[in-house]
Nanobody, 129 residues
Framework: VQLQASGGGLVQAGGSLRLSCAAS????????MGWFRQAPGKEREFVAI????????YYADSVKGRFTISRDNAKNTVYLQMNNLKPEDTAVYYC???????????????????????WGQGTLVTVSS
């Protein structure tokens, strides 16, 4: 599985960006897909996940109510719509895939890096104040 993230850039606080992650492979629709981020000088952290069916989504508390994750299985793509961006959202954002096919885990499962088998190259989001 190859993951190609895009959509990062520079935005002012309060603005919006939409990240995209295109995945290779014919079984994309059976994978949980998500996003992590790593800010300068900080550890990588969980941001959001959408299960294979799209029925469940989970978010970090820091982005809940501002970010929305979605997927389009016909396009093998997962999205992260980021609204009301804050300077503390500045980070490299990584797309991730959980290839445990047709598995729907809990929030505690998905927030661990160990749940993910594949990572994209990252896309930089910079939010200016």
């Amino acid at each position: 599985v190859q993951l190609q993230a895009s959509g990062g850039g520079l935005v002012q606080a309060g603005g919006s960006l939409r990240l995209s992650c295109a995945a290779s492979g014919r079984v994309f629709s059976s994978y949980g897909m998500g996003w992590f981020r790593q800010a300068p000088g900080k550890e990588r952290e969980f941001v959001a996940i959408i299960t294979w069916s799209g029925d469940s989504t989970y978010y970090a508390d820091s982005v809940k109510g501002r970010f929305t994750i979605s997927r389009d299985n016909a396009k093998n793509t997962v999205y992260l719509q980021m609204n009301n961006l804050k300077p503390e959202d500045t980070a490299v954002y990584y797309c991730v895939a959980d290839t445990a096919t047709y598995y729907s885990g809990s929030y505690y499962y998905y927030r661990s890096e160990a749940a993910y088998d594949y990572w994209g190259q990252g896309t930089l989001v910079t939010v200016s104040s």
